[in-house]
């Protein structure tokens, strides 16, 4: 019977783990590769009256958007999202921790980062620059908020 339990409990932990390497690894790639894929399909149109024109799917709605303001530890901080064509196109930041000059070291290193990954991500789904973390959860804060609001 202990031998029974034992192989039982090998079974259900090898299983979570491959469960869990699905999810953390092949999972999250195709997403990602979905995502890119879907990032650069274009607008094509055909010139026979009897084809019909494939038109690539707008992600956002167009507009701009100013996002909520998040309190972090260090600071407020409030994005501003431009979409155009459906797509993130600008992001500016409104308010930033920047009262003391490590506060406008931080933020003069991490947002134009920020920034700019999150057109290239078209969300706000970014990586964290080290050191600041704290700016890095209010512009993705305010951010998601902004494209769960503006976002079709």
């Known amino acids: 019977m202990k031998k029974f339990v034992v192989g039982i409990l090998t079974f259900a932990i090898v299983t979570a783990i491959i469960i869990d390497n699905y999810f953390l690894f092949i999972r999250g790639k195709l997403s990602s590769d979905a995502q890119r894929t879907s990032q650069s399909s274009t607008t094509t149109t055909s010139s026979s009256p009897n084809s019909t024109s494939k038109t690539s799917t707008r992600k956002y709605k167009d507009g701009t958007y100013t996002g909520s303001t998040v309190s972090t530890q260090w600071g407020n901080v409030q994005v501003q999202a431009v979409v155009t064509n459906g797509k993130l196109t600008k992001v500016t930041v409104l308010k930033y921790p920047n009262v003391n000059r490590r506060d406008k070291q931080i ?20 990586k964290l620059v080290s050191g600041a973390s704290e700016t890095y959860k209010g512009f993705t804060g305010s951010l998601k908020n902004r494209i769960e609001k503006g976002g079709e």
């Open 107 to 126: 933020s003069s290193q991490a947002l134009p980062t920020y920034k700019s990954e999150a057109i290239t991500a078209q969300s706000a789904n970014i």
